[in-house]
């Protein structure tokens, strides 16, 4: 069974940055597309950026230019590298994996980390 742990969120000065980490145990990551999804207080669950298992990448146009996703299968592990960040990033960050293709939206994505806080202040 795949577990994803999510790590690396915490709280940074607008303009800063950070690095997300999604760890993964009970199976491999490979042929597995992870996706980037964040939850603000009070809004529906965004998708930020996926990348499939021949590293394809999708990512939102609130990120694009700042956000970077990136796979290491060897550590079984996926990143979202986040600079420049700003107050709006503000949010619960999720990774979820998917067994076929990338996608915004969340049905299909049927394995979810448990969340890790971002806080960009001003």
């Known amino acids: 069974q795949l577990q994803l742990v999510e790590s690396g969120g915490g709280l940074v000065q607008s303009g800063g940055s950070l690095r997300l980490s999604c760890a993964a145990s009970g199976s491999t990551l490979d042929d597995l597309a992870i996706g980037w999804f964040r939850q603000a207080p009070g809004k529906g669950r965004e998708a930020v950026s996926c990348?499939?298992?021949?590293?394809?990448?999708d990512v939102a146009d609130s990120v694009k230019g700042r956000f970077t996703i990136s796979r290491d299968n060897a550590k079984n592990t996926v990143y979202l590298q986040m600079n420049s960040l700003k107050p709006e990033d503000t949010a619960f960050y999720y990774c979820?994996?998917?067994?076929?293709?990338?996608?915004?939206?969340?049905?299909?994505?049927?394995?979810w980390g448990q969340g890790t806080h971002v806080t960009v202040f001003s």
């Open positions: 979820a994996a998917h067994r076929y293709y990338c996608s915004s939206d969340t049905t299909g994505f049927d394995s």
């Open positions: 990348i499939n298992s021949i590293g394809n990448i």
